[in-house]
């Protein structure tokens, strides 16, 4: 097949460009590097299958190659300190963007997939979250971009299908953790990681009873492959239901690498989720796919991961509060 992918120098997008290339298909990558990173673009440029264009996809999506079996919608800044320093790109990339993609796989003929995310499902009162939640997301605090942008993506993808008769595919991604992960994003992975490997204090936002539930990139992937695999076009979550509190998961990441750390607790992000935790049932019953990897092994993995690229500076304060 011939597929391609925005945010293909993303994390998940350059391991989506991974597993493409690596079954046999050739994929087009693209990307303006707002969040995106160069050196996940050069790890598969001479790869022949592989081909890149730079550009930004909420203003044009400048492909005139051969015809495409799937186009893949994963250009979004989406760590939470990232898409409040771009709000407008990022509410561009869900709305023009998302058109910008599904005309693209409508001149083709091609599927779309849209990488939507649990964000939708906003500050949750139903826990674990299913898809059939409308979710509770207030539309226009600081995260409202993303939220809202993704919400609305969702919306212009279901009506590509239903007025146009696209192909679509729309997942809810859940926290997705991994190797490539861009190590300034400020996420709550990545500082805990940086933190404790320069032998720092943790920094917990609020009191830390918060929970999240942490997928590992390889079992995304995974979801992403079977669920092109079948014809289906409401939302699927996919993520991994192992939930922890922040103060847990701090816990954890601290006797991974260094159990004498202290742990500090610093004001909370403004509209900060209380809980979140995916309701897999679908793509259980859908895919037959779960998450294989545990938390254990696949922090271990990116620890690895992080050790070995550990001088990277960070560009983001790791306080996220708005
Ligand atoms: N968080 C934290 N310390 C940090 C970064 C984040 O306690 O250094 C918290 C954050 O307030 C949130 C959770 O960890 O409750 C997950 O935050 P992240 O930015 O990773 O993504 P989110 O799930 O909020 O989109």
């Keep these: 097949m011939r597929i391609l992918i925005t945010g293909s120098a993303g994390f998940v997008g350059s391991h989506l460009v991974e597993r493409f290339l690596r079954d046999g298909h050739t994929v087009v990558g693209l990307d303006n590097y707002l969040s995106g990173q ?33 186009v893949l919608h994963f250009a979004s800044p989406a760590s939470p300190p990232h898409y409040q320093q771009y709000p407008i790109e990022t509410l ?12 693209l796989a409508s001149q083709h003929g091609a599927g779309f997939l849209l990488a939507s995310t649990s964000e939708v499902y906003g500050d949750p009162l139903v826990h674990p979250q299913p898809e059939s939640y409308w979710g509770h997301v207030n539309p226009n605090g600081v995260r409202s971009c993303y939220d809202e942008a993704k919400r609305y993506a969702e919306a212009i993808t279901m009506a590509y299908h239903r007025d146009r008769g696209v192909d679509t595919r729309i997942i809810r991604i859940f926290n997705t953790y991994g190797p490539r992960m861009r190590h300034d994003d400020g996420r709550v992975v990545t500082n805990f990681i940086h933190q404790a490997l320069r032998g720092e204090a943790l920094t917990i936002h609020g009191d830390g009873s918060q929970t999240r539930s942490f997928q590992f990139v390889d079992d995304l992937v995974e979801g992403i492959v079977r669920l092109m695999g079948v014809r ?43 809980q ?29 991961d992080f050790r070995a690229d550990s001088k990277v500076p960070l560009l983001f304060s790791t306080t996220t509060s708005g």
Excluded: C
């Design 38 to 70: 160069r050196r996940n673009t050069e790890l598969f440029l001479a790869h022949p299958n592989f081909r890149f264009i730079e550009a930004d996809v909420s203003r044009h999506l400048p492909y005139d190659g051969e015809r495409l079996d799937w």
């Design 276 to 304: 979140r935790k995916p309701d897999i049932a679908r793509a259980r019953d859908l895919l037959g796919w779960t998450p294989r990897v545990s938390l254990i092994e696949g922090l271990s993995r990116t620890v690895e």
């Design 232 to 274: 289906y076009h409401e939302p699927v979550n996919l993520g991994n239901p192992d939930e922890y509190t922040i103060v847990q998961f701090a816990h954890l990441i601290r006797d991974l690498i260094d159990p004498s750390l202290d742990v500090t607790f610093e004001a909370a992000a403004q509209d900060d989720p209380k």
């Design 92 to 103: 561009m990339v869900g709305a023009q963007g998302t058109q910008h993609a599904l005309d």
